[in-house]
């Protein structure tokens, strides 16, 4: 069974290294067959989003699913269609072009009746590669715990099987080691969905980010955006659920000398700051380990081609090591993918916690 699993590792590993040199945001692999391998454009084009979902290139030509364009402008009103419509880059189409160089590259710009691209955007509302990787995921999600809680109503008092089996010690993990320790007896059911959401999104996310073929390949959580989303909801529901006390001690700081808050109210500031730096550090935190993850991997795979432009038989000599090292990072990459969605399940956890503890008034003494 380890010899059929390498076997397949390694299938997938070397389908992943064709799969993503010519990946969404480049142009077709014919075109660029005379260009110098630019390392820069082949990291950044695969790990950023795209109107298009890459699947092969054969025989010189790619092979990509289309995903629909929404797209709103003054001039053009409103325009729903299919990004096949781009032809990989080489036609317009109802005035729209979307762009693979330059300083509005994986973007569609407006051109007016000259033919010159105009200065303001359309508003693009598209349904990108990564929100078709998002509604994936909340299938599976929906999916697995509907099929969860069936089994429940079904086998109740008996010893769970199957997925209840899998997904129950990961639940009462979070429960007992994360929501409980973290918001206190009383109130941490009412947080439980939230945390088990977030927890099994990024992780979900994260495993088939690592995956080389479709479903699996959009870079879902090293996405600024969506993690800047995640932390904006752990944000929301810390600062409408928190207590007086969370607010006085930001306001009027206890155990701190009074010339900290009046007349300059600096205490009161920085803890205010400190309000605003959370969120931050959840968003980055996701943010850059999924990402840098992602970058060394593609770093590696860079220097087969980096050397191949050079000498054929230094580029098989490095492959070798590439190769090793590419593995290691993937299966590094595994455990950052856990990792990180429970640190950030923790972490959301610890802020909502702080925010509705309630302080005695021995303890203000």
Not at 1 to 19: G, H
Not at 122 to 132: F, Y
Not at 223 to 243: E, H, K, R
Not at 289 to 300: D, K, P, R, S, Y
Request: net charge neutral; glycine share 6%; proline share 4%.
């Amino acid at each position: 069974m380890r010899k059929i699993f390498r076997i397949v590792f390694a299938l997938l590993l070397l389908f992943s290294v064709q799969n993503t040199f010519a990946e969404e945001n480049h142009e077709p692999a014919h075109a660029a067959s005379n260009e110098k391998f630019n390392a820069g454009n082949f990291i950044f084009d695969h790990i950023s989003d795209s109107h298009y979902w890459h699947i092969i290139t054969w025989k010189g030509k790619d092979v990509a699913l289309p995903l629909p364009v929404i797209l709103y402008s003054s001039n053009s009103g409103l325009s729903v269609f299919m990004s096949g419509k781009f032809h990989h880059g080489h036609s317009d189409y109802k005035n729209f072009r979307l762009m693979f160089e330059g300083e509005n590259k994986g973007k569609i710009i407006e051109l007016g009746t000259d033919g010159h691209a105009l200065e303001s955007l359309p508003l693009d509302l598209s349904i990108t590669k990564n929100v078709v990787a998002i509604f994936f995921s909340l299938a599976i999600m929906l999916w697995v715990f509907l099929s969860v809680a069936k089994a429940y109503v079904r086998r109740k008092g008996q010893a769970p099987t199957g997925l209840q089996n899998f997904i129950e010690p990961v639940i009462v993990f979070i429960r007992d080691e994360v929501a409980r320790p973290s918001i206190g007896e009383k109130k941490y059911e009412r947080y439980l969905p939230y945390l088990l959401m977030v927890f099994f999104f990024i992780l979900l996310n994260n495993l088939l980010g690592l995956v080389p073929i479709i479903p699996g390949g959009a870079n879902v959580t090293g996405n600024i955006t969506i993690t800047l989303f995640l932390a904006l909801c752990t944000f929301l529901i810390t600062n409408i659920s928190a207590g007086k006390d969370y607010w006085k001690h930001i306001i009027n700081t206890p155990g701190v000398p009074w010339w900290l808050k009046i007349p300059l109210p600096i205490m009161p500031f920085v803890e205010f700051l400190g309000v605003l730096t959370k969120p931050f550090a959840l968003m980055i935190r996701l943010f850059a380990n999924i990402t840098a993850g992602h970058i060394i991997a593609l770093a590696f795979f860079s220097l087969i081609f980096f050397f191949a432009e050079m000498n054929v038989a230094v580029s098989y000599g490095v492959s070798v090591v590439t190769l090793a090292f590419t593995i290691f990072m993937t299966c590094l990459e595994l455990l950052v993918a856990f990792v990180q969605a429970f640190v950030f399940t923790l972490l959301s956890a610890v802020f909502i916690g702080m925010a509705i503890e309630e302080h005695h008034a021995a303890e203000h003494h």
